[in-house]
């Protein structure tokens, strides 16, 4: 079970690499994020803590840093999911995608796997797949625009106004 969102550009392959391996890069571009420290940085072994707006504070761990990309776990106390981050292209063009494979045990209160997966595919899944879609449009307009985004707009209308 997973989420993914994907969005192209006309940018280079080592351009979009650059700005989402910078440390504390989703404090630029993260629509739902108050705060994003590293604590070790760069390369496997990297480590970060991810506060959201809300005040919940996550510690992501870095690895599988190659030439494509990275993957993270995120989590506190209990691993949430491991996320890929992965780009793909040329030094005209390229792709970023960003998966969420949740662990839905850490979702669901229940052992029981039809309640997981009703869990997942009414409740837990299409709330993923907006915020994804979320971090993504979010990453696309600063990179785009080279401007931060205003977190002020975020709502139902943030991707409509994003670009004001």
């Not at 993914?4 to 391996?21: D, T």
């Not at 970060?48 to 494509?68: A, H, P, S, V």
């Not at 292209?89 to 997981?116: A, F, H, M, T, W």
């Not at 307009?141 to 931060?148: A, E, G, I, L, P």
Request: glycine share 6%; charged share 25%; hydrophobic share 35%.
């Amino acid at each position: 079970m997973y989420v993914e969102s994907k969005a192209y550009f006309k940018m280079s392959k080592s351009y979009i690499l650059g700005q989402i391996r910078e440390p504390g890069c989703l404090n630029r571009f993260h629509p739902f994020c108050k705060r994003n420290i590293a604590h070790k940085w760069p390369g496997n072994g990297s480590i970060d803590e991810l506060e959201y707006l809300n005040g919940r504070k996550y510690k992501r761990c870095f690895f599988n840093w190659t030439d494509n990309g990275y993957d993270l776990k995120i989590g506190g106390k209990k691993e949430m999911a491991i996320v890929n981050w992965y780009v793909e292209g040329s030094d005209e063009e390229c792709s970023l995608r960003v998966r969420i494979n949740p662990n839905i045990e850490n979702y669901v209160p229940s052992k029981n796997i039809l309640i997981q997966n009703i869990f997942w595919f009414l409740y837990i899944r299409p709330k993923l797949q907006s915020y994804i879609n979320h971090v993504v449009n979010g990453f696309s307009f600063y990179v785009s625009n080279n401007k931060d985004i205003n977190k002020s707009l975020i709502g139902f209308d943030w991707v409509l106004r994003k670009s004001q």
